[in-house]
């Protein structure tokens, strides 16, 4: 190790009287780091002022951007809570189909894989602007086409996932049934769905960034109030008309039909329900039309 020897002046006056001071280089190292901290310390102490106007400006512009946000400090926790109850009582109540039992696995893969498909378009819709705002204030365009374009590939995606989910299906034990060759029909309408929706989360986001934070939460209850853990059969009666206001219900238990019960579903209740879309895409792609130019400024003052 290396020593270094202090010896003061008076030492070399009178040497051999007292022995010398021997410090290592690695004590001067450590003092060498706390007096360097201390100093940062003392440097904080003396700007405390400038740190709580830092503060404050950060708090403002974070607050500018969102009217709710503190309200989101309480929301937040009750909104997570409330996810989560509801999973777990759906847990204890059991998942399953009903008289005609199927592989859980695939049970559950019928409903999670089709809900992937809606949670990817529609969380794309809400964050659109955030995601192409150089484009926007730099090309003018038609803005559904941002909409369009992340549909078709999260549709490439989607249709990728189905193959899967039918050779997990075929793994677990459900094997083809005649009832698969009306798949590409059902995914025809999911995607109507899908569509139809996608405009109305993007009008949102551009006029409230509160949406973006909201929209997780959103997702994650229509996640949970549909019967993607579980059937149907395990709804109360007195909630199944408020179940099927939900446009994933009747999907789900389409695509659970086809796939794993080889029934066909309710005709008629498809038909309603098509048309039900369509009246909601050109409702919805015809305001996204009519509010582009509102949504864009917009976007520009709080993006």
């Known amino acids: 190790m290396v020593i270094i020897a202090a010896v003061s002046t008076e030492t070399l006056a009178t040497a051999g009287s007292t022995p010398p001071r021997v410090v290592s280089a690695e004590t001067l190292r450590r003092q060498q780091h706390v007096g ?18 830092q503060a404050q400006t950060q708090l403002k512009l974070t607050v500018s951007r969102s009217r709710l946000y503190y309200v989101w400090w309480m929301l937040d926790p009750v909104l997570d809570t409330a996810c989560y109850a509801v999973l777990f009582i759906l ?19 019928a409903g999670i894989v089709p809900w992937r498909f809606n949670g990817a378009c529609w969380g794309a819709a809400g964050n659109v602007w955030v995601t192409h705002k150089a484009l926007i204030e730099q090309v003018r365009f038609p803005h559904l086409v941002l909409l369009l374009s992340r549909f078709l ?6 249709g990728i996932a189905l193959l899967v989910l039918a050779g997990a299906c075929v793994v677990a034990g459900v094997w083809p049934k005649w009832t698969w060759l009306f798949l590409p029909v059902w995914v025809g309408v999911h995607a109507l769905v899908v569509l ?5 989360f993007a009008i949102g986001s551009a006029f409230s960034q509160d949406l973006l ?26 909630f199944t008309p408020l179940f099927y206001m939900n446009p994933m219900t009747l999907l789900i238990e389409t695509y659970r ?47």
């Open 153 to 158: 590939a999260e549709a490439w995606l989607y």
């Open 91 to 109: 847990i204890r109540a059991g998942v399953g189909g009903g008289d005609e039992q199927v592989p859980m696995v695939a049970f559950l893969l």
């Open 213 to 238: 934070k909201l929209l997780p939460y959103l997702l994650r209850l229509v996640f949970f109030f549909s019967p993607i853990l579980y059937g149907m059969e395990i709804v109360p009666d007195r």
């Open 196 to 200: 139809a929706f996608m405009p109305l």
């Open 36 to 53: 360097a901290y201390v100093s940062h310390l003392r440097w904080l102490w003396e700007h405390a002022g400038l740190i709580r106007s």
């Open 257 to 303: 039909d086809t796939l794993l019960f080889g029934r066909m579903p309710n005709l008629v209740a498809i038909g309603w329900y098509v048309l039900g879309m369509l009246a909601v895409l050109v409702a919805t792609s015809m305001l996204f039309v009519r509010l582009s130019a509102a949504m864009s400024r917009n976007v520009s003052r709080t993006y």
